[in-house]
T-cell receptor, first 113, second 112 residues
Framework: NAGVTQTPKFRILKIGQSMTLQCTQD?????MYWYRQDPGMGLKLIYY???????DKGEVPNGYNVSRSTTEDFPLRLELAAPSQTSVYFC????????????FGPGTRLTVT | KQEVTQIPAALSVPEGENLVLNCSFT??????LQWFRQDPGKGLTSLLL?????REQTSGRLNASLDKSSGRSTLYIAASQPGDSATYLC???????????FGKGTLLTVNP
């Protein structure tokens, strides 16, 4: 199993550009999550999904969009990049929302200038 | 709203020492708590998941405890090694919404 994979690893965007961060898991997990991690801060939940076709907002959803057309994939879209979106983005998955561990991808380091 | 605090923010110890990392949370209706390790520039690796019905969990040299009544969890690392150097994060899963709330982490340095 590859677990949770994310692409790209690094990206530099100019203000106003858009991009999609890709996330794929091969563990057949229903639940998937997107977090951002800013220096010296804990991880903040952006969006999550409880299954294909179902998504919901987390703590910091503004400026982002998600979709979940398959169990495996959970892409995160930035439409109009802003410097405040400079961060490290982590995708995670879990078998359910309650009892099981969350497994994390390696992260995407995004800089917006 | 659940808040998770980790103290100290950084800890430096000599190799071979036993150490304890602390995690406190404000909502005692916690469902479970997960400890992670994060190496520089890397993702999070799950170390231990401890359910609210459990008092502790063990994996190798690691032992995590959970005390809901006092709002505390500890991660005990026995016989520390330089390879244990990393940031350790704890995250609590709320009883009502099941989302993980993370602490800011403790940066551990084990000196040879």
């Amino acid at each position: 199993n590859a677990g949770v994979t994310q692409t790209p690893k690094f990206r530099i965007l100019k203000i106003g550009q858009s991009m999609t961060l890709q996330c794929t898991q091969d563990m057949n997990h229903n639940y998937m999550y997107w977090y951002r991690q800013d220096p010296g801060m804990g991880l903040k939940l952006i969006y999550y999904s409880v299954g294909a076709g179902i998504t919901d907002k987390g703590e910091v959803p503004n400026g982002y969009n998600v979709s979940r057309s398959t169990t495996e994939d959970f892409p995160l879209r930035l439409e109009l990049a802003a410097p405040s979106q400079t961060s490290v983005y982590f995708c995670a998955s879990s078998l359910d929302a309650r009892s099981y561990e969350q497994y994390f991808g390696p992260g995407t380091r995004l800089t917006v200038t | 709203k659940q808040e998770v605090t980790q103290i100290p923010a950084a800890l430096s110890v000599p190799e071979g020492e036993n150490l304890v990392l602390n995690c406190s949370f404000t909502d005692s209706a916690i469902y479970n708590l997960q400890w992670f390790r994060q190496d520089p520039g890397k993702g999070l690796t799950s170390l231990l998941l401890i359910q609210s019905s459990q008092r502790e969990q063990t994996s190798g040299r690691l032992n995590a405890s959970l005390d809901k009544s006092s709002g505390r969890s500890t991660l005990y690392i026995a016989a520390s090694q330089p390879g244990d150097s990393a940031t350790y994060l704890c995250a609590g899963r709320g009883g009502s919404n099941y989302k993980l709330t993370f602490g800011k982490g403790t940066l551990l340095t084990v000196n040879p």
